[in-house]
């Protein structure tokens, strides 16, 4: 909570000289290496805050470190989806709609953090449309997701990947990619500190109980797996 609180209130007052120099005139390099400094205590406050479950200090912090960066600057683009899953975990998915098509508009993305956005649109796509094809698209995505994010040692956007997998998994029938899926979503949420650990025993449960019907349909049909 110490460090939390340490780089929320150095990353006000870097944001704080970095405004008031902003009002002299244009930034020039020194000026403009001062937001980024702000910025990044502002979105490291944010990361803590996202994963002790403190949602609106999240999506606030991140929100505010996107505007000391520059608009087309791969670091932003990176905050963007942090602050995209924010809104997201918030129930704000308008807002995280707006963050996703700001970050489409800039051509400095690179592949982890695309794949990264698209995945967190799809998931705002999923509560409003589920067709197979829909799902069966989406969770295509996010196994992909997992081996680009795992081959570039991003947790974050791994622990996402996995979400959807298990979303998706769920949703079209596939218990055993569901449950591969919260297993490597419990050691992520565990290396992260991550809120999601205390929901992982009801999604254990939740597909335990819906793969059990689902072995007993299909034991009837030999050398085909209740997976």
């Not at 005139?25 to 002790?52: F, M, Q, S, V």
């Not at 999506?59 to 989806?81: D, H, K």
């Not at 993305?109 to 990264?116: G, I, K, L, S, Y």
Request: contains cysteine.
């Amino acid at each position: 909570a110490r460090i939390a609180e340490y780089e929320e209130i150095l990353g006000y007052h870097l944001e704080q000289s970095y405004r008031y120099r902003t009002e002299l005139g244009p930034p020039d390099g020194e000026i403009r290496a001062l937001g980024t400094r702000a910025a990044r205590r502002l979105a490291a406050a944010g990361d803590r805050a996202a994963r002790r479950g403190d949602i609106d200090a999240a999506s606030g912090l991140l929100g505010r470190a996107s505007t000391l960066l520059p608009t087309e600057g791969p670091e932003r683009a990176r905050i963007l989806v942090q602050l995209t899953e924010a809104l997201i975990d918030a129930g704000r998915n308008a807002d995280a709609l707006r963050a996703l098509d700001e970050l489409d508009g800039s051509a400095t993305v690179d592949e982890v953090t695309r794949d990264h956005a698209a995945l967190c649109r799809g998931e705002i796509e999923l509560q409003l449309v589920s067709t197979t094809t829909a799902v069966e698209r989406l969770h295509g995505l996010a196994q992909r997701g997992i081996e680009v994010f795992a081959a570039h040692d991003d947790d974050q956007a791994l622990l996402r990947a996995c979400w959807v997998s298990y979303l998706t998994s769920m949703t079209i029938g596939r218990s055993t990619a569901a449950r591969e899926a919260i297993d490597r979503l419990g050691v992520l949420a565990d290396r992260l500190s991550h809120p999601l650990a205390g929901r992982l025993p009801g999604m254990r449960a939740m597909n335990l109980a819906w793969a059990r019907p689902l072995c007993r349909t299909r034991s009837r049909r030999p050398k085909r797996s209740c997976a």
